[in-house]
């Protein structure tokens, strides 16, 4: 059993805060942190230390940190596709947005788990490197679509990934082949092994700009057209059903503009759930709820969620 903070108070006298500033410097490491500032909902309460270190060594001293002295501890990456609910996270909240360098060599493109998986794909078209077009848009980091093997538009991560560094749970650091992550749909084993992505190697192909710069000028303009970007969200709450589409359900349901609180099923595109009006994350995670037990009752058909939901109710 991990020890977490809640009633504590002072957080910035505590012996965890001392330690942490021991190891990354003290503008890494923030008391009491919203966490709707760092959600793309717009959605989350407080962190009772948010760290953002800035070496590999620093991420491996917070994880034996957070054993030895038995605190709970979370990752974030760019919070593109989780709900943190409204009491916050207790214990270490760690994002890794610090680690975004990109590094290029020949074919092959190295990029911290912090750096955004959007930009990879931009130095990919400036270099001349074909095969992350797909990726222009979704907007996680590195670690965050490793994570999830994320993808789109017929592409995904482990067509392009070669191999990763991480850090395991016991913060020794580890190098990975793309075979040992176990990607499938969506899915890869990073959760069940609890590893921290640092760092991932991509291996591409060259190509022309012109045709690079085609593809993801077509996937951008469908991604306009069809998403509702102008407000925050999560994405696709749902994950593809096998033999149907998640979006087509939730529209023949005719579930588009419900709404609960400030959060509202896009009537633009019915897989996403928008903030649209100042949203709690109760408010957002009840709206799921509604979604899945209205397309069940019709339909018959599970919505399983892509997003997850991390923190403590108020
Ligand atoms: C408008 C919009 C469009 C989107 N379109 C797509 C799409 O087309 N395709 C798609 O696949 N996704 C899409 N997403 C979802 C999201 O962008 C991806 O799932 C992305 O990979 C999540 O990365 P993140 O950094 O935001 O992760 P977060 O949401 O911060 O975290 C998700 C999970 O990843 C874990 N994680 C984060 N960083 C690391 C790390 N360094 N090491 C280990 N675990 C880590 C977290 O602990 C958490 O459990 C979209 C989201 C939005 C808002």
């Known amino acids: ?3 977490n903070f809640k009633g504590m108070i002072q957080m910035n006298h505590h012996p965890i805060y001392e330690k942490l500033i021991g190891i ?3 503008q890494n490491v923030m008391v009491d942190e919203m966490l709707s500032n760092h959600t793309y909902t717009r959605l989350g309460g407080k962190a009772d230390i948010l760290v953002t270190p800035e070496t590999y060594e ?3 001293a917070i994880v ?3 054993n030895s002295e038995r605190v709970a501890f979370t990752l974030l990456g760019n919070g593109s596709n989780l709900i943190v609910k409204d009491g916050g996270i207790r214990g270490i909240v760690m994002n890794l947005k610090k680690l975004s360098t990109i590094q290029t060599n020949s ?18 078209l400036e270099r001349r490197l074909g095969g992350l077009e ?9 670690g965050g679509a490793l994570f999830m093997n994320a993808g789109a538009y017929g592409g995904e991560i482990k067509d392009v990934l070669v191999s990763t560094k991480v850090v395991d749970p016991e913060g020794n650091l580890l190098t990975l082949s793309v075979e040992e992550l176990d990607m499938d749909y969506r899915t890869s084993n990073i959760p069940e092994k609890r590893y921290i992505v640092l760092e991932a190697t991509f291996a591409l192909q060259p190509a022309e700009y012109e045709k690079i710069k085609e593809v993801m000028d077509d996937l951008t ?3 306009e057209s069809k998403q509702p970007l102008e407000y925050p969200s999560c994405g696709s709450v749902f994950k593809r059903p096998p033999g149907y589409f998640a979006g087509k359900l939730i529209q023949d349901s005719e579930l588009q503009g419900k709404q609960i609180g400030g959060a509202q099923v896009s009537l633009k595109h019915a897989g996403f759930i928008v903030n649209k009006d100042g949203a709690t994350a109760s408010e957002y995670i ?22 997850k939901i991390i923190g403590e109710d108020v």
Do not use: W, Y
């Open 58 to 60: 620093e991420v491996q």
């Open 286 to 307: 009840a709206l799921i709820h509604h979604v899945q037990e209205t397309v069940d009752e019709k339909f018959g058909v599970k919505l399983e969620r892509e997003v």
């Open 221 to 223: 303009f469908k991604r």
């Open 134 to 142: 797909f990726a222009c848009g979704i907007p996680g980091s590195v």
């Open 64 to 66: 034996k940190l957070a």
């Open 24 to 26: 990354t410097s003290k």
């Open 1 to 3: 059993m991990r020890n």
């Open 107 to 124: 074919n092959t493109i190295v990029a911290g788990s912090g750096a955004r998986i959007i930009d990879v794909s931009r130095e990919a």
